[in-house]
């Protein structure tokens, strides 16, 4: 469903509600509250319930510019109808695993859909210490659906390079390809980190092989335009609960790397598991393998029973592609874990440790950590020994 209008405007508390009264059948006299809920950097979330059911919708509805910079930093009004449309392909191939989207409007830059306030953000519940038995059979499943069935091992190359173009995403891909493969590696003003960490990231400006490996991901994400990705995929785009999985949040769609998406959750997960110890990190450890045993064989099975004949037909290429993406998700996940510790937008599982010399130490854990997967990326066999570095083991 298109909303009637058609001039953009920062919708209020009070249209957003009649904005959620045109595309959703609340009941007749229904009365309806509505509060801006958005804790994210970029955009607007309204959470318009029914007072009486408790039932609602939210209208995420993006900004001009990007919220927590300001009227500075101007950004693309696009991301919202990338957003739409990322929801709803990826929900054609992973269904119940993103929200229902139940109508979108390019003018006003908003997306209304399904309401999951019954679920908690991921990483707010991981770092409460709650266990999600389900997350990583979940995010390995999505990750297996939502890429292979946009690859061309699904796709017919027309199809493919349709959907390519459609979701460009110039602009939202430069903040990643500058937030996550460059600024951190030199010393740029984005960087964002505390002077106890200084030495150790001044030996990453200075390490001469790691922003070589650095420049080389870069590469890969601007050319390697394998599959329909999240682009976001960090522990705040998702929610969950002991029962459900749903991922939010894919403005950053586009076609990328496979190992993109699979390395940034990776990443998010192996940051929280090195702030636990014992059962509670076993726990993290025990989804970081999951993710990827979930997402190899789901996506082996897809490759098996879906998949385009002359790759199918070829003996060992599936293995040959899930070698590759496995290496790239690991290059990918090292430098999502030095920019989530020294670049522009943090984790809350690394700052929220009141500590300080604590802190500080797993910081220079995840820094650590982030070097050795993108150096050894291609050394690196199989998930047991990347399991075997978040235990600190290896
Ligand atoms: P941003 O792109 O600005 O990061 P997000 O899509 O991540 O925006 O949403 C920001 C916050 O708004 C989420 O962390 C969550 O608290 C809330 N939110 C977003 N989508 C929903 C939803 N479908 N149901 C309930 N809350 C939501
Ligand atoms: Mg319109
Ligand atoms: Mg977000
Ligand atoms: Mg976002």
């Known amino acids: ?37 958005g804790d994210g950097n970029l955009n607007y979330v309204f959470r318009i319930t ?17 919220k927590v910079v300001g009227e500075s930093w101007p950004l693309t009004l696009k991301r919202a109808e990338t957003e739409a449309a990322a929801l709803l392909k990826h929900g054609e191939f992973a269904p119940g695993l993103v929200p229902e989207v139940y109508a979108t409007d390019t003018d006003l830059a908003v997306t209304v859909m399904e309401d999951l306030s019954h679920l908690k953000i991921a990483r707010e519940g991981l770092i409460a210490g709650e266990s999600y038995p389900k997350l990583s059979s979940d995010i390995g499943e999505y990750l297996a659906r939502t890429l292979f069935h946009t690859s061309d091992f699904a796709l017919h190359p027309f199809e493919k390079k349709r959907l390519a173009a459609e979701f460009s995403n110039p602009e939202l891909c430069k903040i990643t390809e500058d937030l996550i493969f460059t600024d951190p590696f030199f010393d740029r003003e984005t960087n964002d980190f505390e002077p106890q960490l200084r030495l150790a ?25 394998e599959a329909l990705l999240h682009g ?25 790397p496979i190992g993109f998406d699979v390395g940034l959750f990776l990443a998010n997960l192996i940051a929280q598991g090195i702030t636990r110890t014992g059962e509670g990190r076993k726990v ?20 098996e029973a879906e998949g385009v004949e002359a790759f199918k037909n070829t003996p060992g290429y599936r293995e040959a592609i899930l070698e590759k993406v496995f290496s790239d998700a690991l290059g990918f996940a090292g430098c999502e874990l030095i920019r989530r510790t020294i670049g522009l937008a943090h984790v809350k599982d690394l ?22 997967l993108i150096l050894n990326r291609r050394t690196i066999k199989d998930i047991g020994a990347v399991v075997r570095l978040a235990e600190g083991e290896a």
């Open 232 to 256: 976001d995929l960090h522990t705040g785009s998702i929610f969950a609960s002991a029962e459900e999985t749903k991922v939010i949040d894919p403005e950053f769609a586009f076609y990328g």
């Open 351 to 372: 700052d929220g440790i009141e500590e300080e010399a604590r802190r500080i130490e797993l910081k220079k854990q995840a820094l650590e950590l982030g070097e050795t």
């Open 201 to 225: 990231v001044e030996a990453i400006w200075n390490n001469a092989p790691l922003q070589l490996e650095a420049a080389k991901l870069k590469y890969s994400f601007l050319t390697e335009a």
């Open 1 to 37: 469903m298109t909303i009637a209008t058609n001039q953009y405007a920062a919708l209020t508390e009070e249209t957003a509600i009649a904005l959620a009264k045109s595309v959703y059948p609340f009941p007749e006299g229904a009365e309806l509250s509505s509060r801006e809920i």
């Open 50 to 66: 029914d007072s009486a059911s408790g039932k609602g919708v939210i209208i995420k509805q993006a900004l001009p510019y990007a």
């Open 284 to 303: 993290i450890t025990d989804h970081i393998a999951k993710t990827w045993e979930t997402f190899e064989g789901t996506f082996s099975a897809l490759w």
